[in-house]
């Protein structure tokens, strides 16, 4: 019969601690010529959702975000609040971007958030949630004004 481990909750939260610093650092700090940072943060078999894709694997994601750069000006995130328990991080951030297609070229802020699963040091599982009309259809000419005039009534 297998001995079972002891597992040192405390020193699970320090690394995932220090992970959730590093994931703050990097993403602070992410550009189009730094992209491989991104690479010690998941895990091989990571999982990413957020509202407009799901990507499995470490070789998805990278290349996803190589192409999402590819497209922008800028893309910057300011962290707000971070909870940390003993493998799991929650992230509230603000993404400032700059697109050419959206909000004719000017800058877009989105409030979001993310939850993250760890193990071992590394990301596997990596959910972000913000709002899709927020980001793009409200910066695209004809839907914009659609989806604003949508918000305002259901605001009333």
């Not at 019969?1 to 601690?17: C, F, I, L």
């Not at 940072?37 to 078999?45: N, V």
């Not at 800058?107 to 993250?116: A, M």
Request: net charge negative; glycine share 8%; charged share 20%.
């Amino acid at each position: 019969m297998p001995t079972p481990q002891v597992v040192d909750a405390k020193a699970g939260r320090a690394s995932t601690h220090q992970l959730a610093d590093r994931v703050i650092e990097v993403y602070g700090a992410l550009g189009v010529d730094n992209l491989a940072l991104l690479e010690s943060l998941y895990s091989t078999d990571v999982y990413f959702e957020d509202p407009a894709h799901g990507i499995q694997g470490k070789t998805e994601l990278l290349a996803y975000f190589t192409n999402m750069f590819k497209n922008l000006h800028y893309c910057q995130f300011e962290f707000h609040d971070k909870m940390v328990g003993s493998s799991e991080i929650f992230l509230t951030w603000t993404m400032h971007l700059k697109h050419l297609r959206l909000n004719g070229g000017e800058p877009i802020g989105v409030e979001g958030c993310s939850f993250l699963n760890t193990r071992d040091g590394q990301i596997f599982s990596h959910r972000d949630y913000f709002d899709m009309g927020a980001m793009v259809y409200e910066h695209l000419p004809l839907l914009g004004r659609i989806v604003k005039s949508i918000r305002h009534r259901l605001g009333q």
